[in-house]
């Protein structure tokens, strides 16, 4: 089912999605995608995964658009908006980047080439945190590229204490990219609410200001997933 096509902002919402919990160091975005699939597809991704990775040709590094066109297999339909199409030139000799670009390089370029003749919608845009709300309330899910360095839960206090820390000392942050999946947001406390695959069963929390901060760190291309879903649980609206 879909959740209301209602463009004004409830004060509490949330897309129900079934949590899945990376298994590997590399893999939280395709666990972000096994969240947003469909029960079926999802247990044919679980039962034959080794497979599907090997098809896709990605390995063990993935990109969005890699995200994008597991997506389009699987048959969601979605949006993906990035500032950069292709890869980014200046992430040679970024640490983060330094160890795959060399071999990641060429094949994520040709999926950006090819995305249109693969019905995969691909848009340079940067998104405000009022089209992810927007997008929330009235359509599906997010898939966000962030800055885990950056991340943190007003909830589980998780990470937390060190960004404030920063806040107060502030160093460098170095890029550490990792995917989750918005599921909602609370506009009284300001705050969205995502899915992070590298930990059990949870809702997190973070402050609109905050989330957007790790999720247009340098690194992240401020990649975003747009999910319009006909297969999830209704979206739950608190006034």
């Not at 959740?3 to 919990?21: F, L």
């Not at 039962?47 to 389009?72: A, M, P, R």
Request: with cysteine; net charge positive.
């Amino acid at each position: 089912m879909t959740g209301p096509k209602n463009d004004k902002a409830q004060h509490v919402i949330e897309v129900k999605i079934s949590h899945i919990r990376q298994r590997f160091n590399w893999d939280c975005g395709v666990s972000c995608v096994l969240m947003v699939l469909p029960d079926e597809q999802r247990k044919y991704f679980i039962d034959n995964f080794d497979q599907v990775c090997k098809d896709e040709g990605f390995d063990k590094s993935t990109w969005s658009i890699d995200l994008c066109y597991l997506l389009k297999r699987f048959g969601v339909t979605h949006e993906y908006c990035t500032i950069t199409f292709g890869v980014h030139p200046g992430y040679r000799g970024e640490h983060f980047y330094d160890k795959i670009l060399h071999k990641d390089e060429d094949r994520v370029n040709k999926r950006f080439q090819e995305a249109r003749l693969n019905n995969i919608t691909v848009k340079r845009t940067s998104l405000l945190n009022t089209d992810l709300i927007r997008h929330l309330t009235a359509e599906g899910p997010i898939i966000l590229l962030t800055n885990a360095s950056l991340l943190w839960c007003d909830i589980c206090k998780n990470n937390k204490i060190t960004c404030e820390l920063r806040n107060c000392f502030p160093w460098p942050v170095s890029y550490n990219g990792h995917y989750i999946v918005l599921v909602g947001y609370n506009d009284r406390r300001k705050r969205f609410l995502y899915r992070n695959p590298s930990y059990r069963e949870r809702i997190c929390a973070m402050s609109y200001y905050h989330m957007e901060e790790a999720r247009k760190s340098y690194g992240t291309d401020e990649d975003v997933i747009l999910i319009y879903s006909t297969n999830l649980s209704p979206l739950i609206n608190s006034s």
